[in-house]
């Protein structure tokens, strides 16, 4: 399977934990995406790299999150200090410059805080 | 922020009828996509649409991009129960050189056998 892959599905954590979820793109792709989806609501943005730049930070990229990816391949998400508004799908997608609009995503991790 | 209105929210049909649905902005784009959703998985792109006034089909699947470049709708002929599932449109902004996509929340399609 040559598509977007994320681990862990699933993670469920105590409210103050820190977690990090790993997302592997389409192997070509130089450009890589984070989104967060909660119920009833489309993807929101949150971050996006070319190759290891981070080029673009949403406002809801709070200090608790920072994302990495530092050769350009895989990339992960680190939430700290998890508190519970943080329970959400997170989403994964990526993209080949040049035809960058055409975004692929990833099964997503779905983060359970209690 | 940008907001994209996207309707219905939800349609309940039977197999066999013809589906339609779109999406709106006060906000022009210059990138539509659609995306269909299935429970506990990631979007799954469906069709992308890059020109004003461009019609684009995918099988069963047909997509418009409006002319003004601020809305588009998506038409699905001949439902069959596997086209269950949640149906988002995402735009691509203009203005700014952002790379985000900005997504509707979604039309909920239930097909009766």
């Known amino acids: 399977d040559t598509g977007v892959s994320q681990d862990p599905r699933h993670k469920i954590t105590k409210r103050g934990q820190n977690v990090t979820f790993r997302c592997d793109p389409i192997s070509e792709h130089n450009r890589l995406y984070w989104y967060r989806q909660t119920l009833g609501q489309g993807p929101e943005f949150l971050t996006y790299f070319q190759n290891e730049a981070q080029l673009e930070k949403s406002r809801l990229l709070s200090d608790r999150f920072s994302a990495e990816r530092p050769k350009g391949s895989f990339s992960t998400l680190e939430i700290q200090r998890t508190e519970q508004g943080d329970s959400a799908m997170y989403l994964c997608a990526s993209s080949l410059r040049g035809n960058s609009y055409e975004q692929y995503f990833g099964p997503g991790t779905r983060l359970t805080v209690t | 922020g940008q907001q994209l209105n996207q309707s219905p929210q939800s349609m309940f049909i039977q197999e066999g009828e013809d589906v339609s649905m779109n999406c709106t902005s006060s906000?022009?784009?210059?990138?539509w996509l659609w995306y269909k959703q299935d429970p506990g998985e990631g979007p799954v792109l469906l069709i992308a649409?890059?020109?004003?006034?461009e019609l684009t089909s995918n099988g069963r699947l047909t997509a418009q991009f409006g002319i003004t470049r601020k809305d588009s709708f998506l038409n699905i002929s001949a439902s069959i129960p596997s086209d269950v599932g949640i149906y988002f449109c995402a735009g691509r902004l203009v203005q700014g050189g952002s790379e985000k996509l900005v997504f509707g929340k979604g039309t909920k399609l239930t097909v009766n056998p």
């Open positions: 906000s022009i784009f210059n990138t």
């Open positions: 649409l890059y020109k004003a006034g």
